[in-house]
């Protein structure tokens, strides 16, 4: 873990190397630019990739807080940034009504004091102090309506908000900020441009089977490499979802804890639940269609061996 800022696209790779994360050189080039400059990161891609993942690496090796803020439908200011704590200011009334306190203007004053203040993500991101800005991550965008997208943008436009009862809010220092989208919709560019933008795409067999062993080392070597290959395999043929490297990684678990140390027909079967989350892609992988795909990928590794 350390505290400054990798100086070096090398360096960034490294950082990432080093808690697991096996980054392509233009993953780490746009990490290490968007760190260097100050600008938001916008990553998008399929489910399941590592874009998520790449907010958390980032707050563990650089040695800051992760506040995530989790998007979804109807999502609004109040879940987002702040909301007053109703049920305590009612408290505060009916007790200075009790003691027989009847100013109003200080009363009003008094329950919209800061410490009937509820902090949701955005706030406590832009509340840290210099020197501890923390990584925030606003996770899966596209599950948001463009209002709420409209306020984000001003939000990152000059990392503040004004909260009507206590006055504008300002970060002393931005946070790092990643924001990630499984492109369920179209974010509207005004929001990109306000970002630095890479497309994390599936990794090739040869990365994917490095992250499988920085991730998994108790796995057998042949085993996952089999579990790579078949996995991008299945890349190439028309499912509804395709397995993302959380799925692979998830699949090499679950394989290691029934101790297998190659795949057969029978183990793919039964565990392709965890690979896969929808049951047409599973009836349609079950049987002769998984069998077809180990042949094939012992055929390839027999091929290689004699190379």
Not at 11 to 22: C, E, F, M, P, Q
Not at 35 to 47: H, T, V
Not at 88 to 114: H, K, N, P, T, V
Not at 145 to 174: C, H, K, W
């Amino acid at each position: 873990m350390q505290n400054t800022l990798p100086q070096t696209i090398d360096d960034t790779v490294s950082l990432l190397r080093s808690t697991g994360y096996i980054a392509g050189r233009d993953l780490a080039t746009v990490v290490f630019l968007s760190l260097k400059m100050g600008r938001p990161l916008f990553l998008e891609g399929e489910a399941g990739v590592g874009k998520t993942e790449i907010a958390k690496v980032l707050a563990d090796v650089l040695g800051r807080k992760l506040i995530r803020l989790q998007c979804y439908e109807g999502l609004d200011v109040n879940s987002a940034v702040y909301e007053w704590n109703y049920s305590a200011q009612m408290i505060e009334i009916r007790l200075a009504e009790a003691s027989g306190e009847l100013d109003r203007e200080r009363l009003g004053q008094d329950i919209f004091a800061e410490r009937f203040l509820i902090k949701r993500a955005l706030l406590q991101a832009l509340e840290a102090p210099k020197g501890m800005a923390p990584v925030l991550l606003i996770d899966e965008l596209d599950r948001t309506d463009e209002a709420f997208e409209a306020f984000l943008l001003e939000v990152l436009s000059d990392y503040q908000v004004t909260i009507p009862e206590l006055g504008t809010i300002r970060a002393e220092e931005p946070p790092i900020v990643i924001i990630t989208s499984n492109r369920t919709r179209e974010v509207h560019d005004a929001l990109k441009r306000r970002c630095l933008y890479h497309w994390v795409g599936y990794p090739d067999a040869r990365r994917e089977l490095e992250i499988v062993k920085a991730r998994r080392p108790q796995a057998s070597a042949e085993l996952a490499r089999e579990v790579v290959l078949f996995v991008q395999s299945l890349r190439g043929i028309d499912l509804y979802k395709a397995p993302g490297v959380a799925e692979t990684l998830d699949w090499v678990t679950a394989l290691h804890e029934l101790d297998s140390l190659t795949l057969d027909p029978q183990t793919v079967n039964d565990t392709l639940g965890v690979l896969l989350k929808y049951q047409d892609d599973i009836s349609r992988m079950q049987g002769t269609e998984a069998k077809r795909i180990l042949d094939q990928i012992r055929d390839e590794i027999r091929a290689s061996s004699h190379t």
